[in-house]
């Protein structure tokens, strides 16, 4: 009988994983899959997605398949299970051919507990045999957002995934993304036939994550002065072409930095050697396009810098998610010029016009997120329809807040012209309707006849449609981007209408000043500790020795925490969140010597200052 039976989720997690406790919705999710449903899962990056299915797969018998978009990123996370000890393989065409044998071997005979493959592999006939094969666990597709053609990173090989529903009916099937507005969910759950009371949503909010905007003048610059706080913190600087990854590049090296630059114009073998040597933190500094970075797993990043505008908030949140994924703080910083909004709107002109006006509106969701005057967190989780409970006091805009005024009113004329329509008017047809345009399209449709019908003739069309970002930002408003861009009201949007909470506004000539410099960004997140530091170089020398990254030996985190507690035994050790005991055994001793080794020192230096103090206040008297 598979002994994984025989073991609790709890045990699950503190062995292999080394945590006595699960993170939000994780034990829900567990027992649902183990009830054999199917489940659609929203968590951010460092949520703890991968737990969902990894735990299941643990204590339930057979072989769980995960369907993962890149080589890199199943390689990634295949290391860090196997270095927890857990029975873990991948199938792609990075193998040869008896080594793709070797893993369909142990596959059959019940050795593998999670095996990883590509959804283009699903095409391949020999795949679903082999699959039928199996006794089989449950289903993972990963970057489950890749399936819509909603979404901003479509993957049309994602649409084979309903082969899984109709071979495999009775396995579950979990669908698991960090970035998924409403309307993309939607898909997903059509698309994978996964009931729509089976979603499990996490909050998107990453508190350990700070947020910036800055102005795009002497980018280079503010980088250098943004990085002379962070020595030895490894980081991304991501570019929207490959010319500026190797310019900024080779102005970092020049400086003496560990810097280097990945794009797609590079050939597979270069790519693999950069991308190998930033996460063992050969190399300290990655300048990237966005062809970098889906397929890393590297949790002790503890910097994203966009040196460029990213094409939408999607995209944007995947990119600054791939920091602080080990939950200690993280700085993300970007900069943001028109010349970056221009460029992005010539890349679109040669789409279909459907794609062309849908990823138009996502930029320039975008381009206000850049522009805002509001809690920049407040936008990233109201775009994911997530209504935020205040101000995170960790963004630019919260550390210098702007000027506003009481603008319940004008919001109140918005929505409530959003109400009298049923909910089925853009943006345009908003502000027409209270600027009192009576327009075929308005006449025809009889909106020249709804109480609103001209009542904000006052505010001109540009203030008006400020008014109503800054709305969307906050959260006092939704968009549905499959039907026709149609403004949506939620529960915020109800209080104000019933006078139940004020809406604070910022003035459009208020948005005008100039955005602030990098200079006022402070420096922090690794403690200046020296008993971290000694533990970080010590994991950083097990790592080289065993040919692995550092972080899968321990996260930042973990180290942070060793630091803090400073156990004397392996008990203590094993008390140390993220210490399991596959971990324990394998490097448990060798960090216990060198934490009493620290403390030792720092004992005698602290008894050899007390030895010396009365003789330097000798030689004050003395004086």
Known sequence: MDVSRMMTKQDALKKYFGYDTFYPLQSEIIDHVRAGKDALVLMPTGGGKSVCFQIPALITEGTAIVISPLIALMKDQVDSLTANGIAAAFLNSSLSDSESAEIIGQCLKGNIKLLYISPERLAVASTISFLQKLRLSLFAVDEAHCISSWGHDFRPDYLRLNVLRKKFPDVPLLALTATADRVIRRDILRQLAIPEEHQFIASFDRPNLSLAVYSGQKRLDQILRFLAKRKNQPGIIYCLSRRTTENVA????????????????????GRSIIQDAFIRDKIQIICATIAFGLGIDKS????????????????????????????????????????????????????????????????????????????????????????????????DVCRNPPKKFNGTIIAQKALSAVARTSEKINMTTLINILRGSANPFIRENGYDRIKTFGVGRDIRYGEWAEYIFQMLNSGFVDIAYDEGYALKLNDLSRKILKAEMDVLLTKPL??????????????????????FERLRVLRKTIADENNAPAYVVFSDRTLLAMADARPQDEIEMLGVSGVGEHKMNQYGKIFLEEIRRYTQEEA???????????????EGKEK
């Open 604 to 618: 005698r230096g602290a008894s050899k200052s007390r030895i010396q103090m009365p003789s330097t206040k000798h």
């Open 250 to 269: 080779a102005r970092l090296q020049g400086r003496g930095y560990r810097a280097a630059f990945y794009h797609a114009g590079m050939d597979n073998d």
């Open 300 to 395: 002790n990043i503890r910097w994203i810098v966009h040196y460029s505008l990213p094409k939408n908030i999607e995209s944007y949140y995947q990119e600054i998610g791939r920091a602080g994924r080990d939950g200690a703080p993280a700085d993300t910083v970007l900069f943001y010029s028109y010349a970056d909004v221009k460029t992005h709107y010539e890349m679109l002109k040669d789409l279909p016009q459907e794609r062309q006006d849908l990823l138009s509106a996502k930029l320039d969701r975008m381009k206000r997120y850049a522009e805002a005057d509001v809690c920049r967190r407040r936008i990233l989780l109201s775009y994911f329809n997530e209504q935020p409970q205040g101000d995170c006091g960790n963004c």
């Open 510 to 531: 208020e948005l005008e000043k100039k955005l602030e410099t990098i200079a006022a960004l402070p420096g922090k997140q690794t403690p200046a500790d020296g008993l």
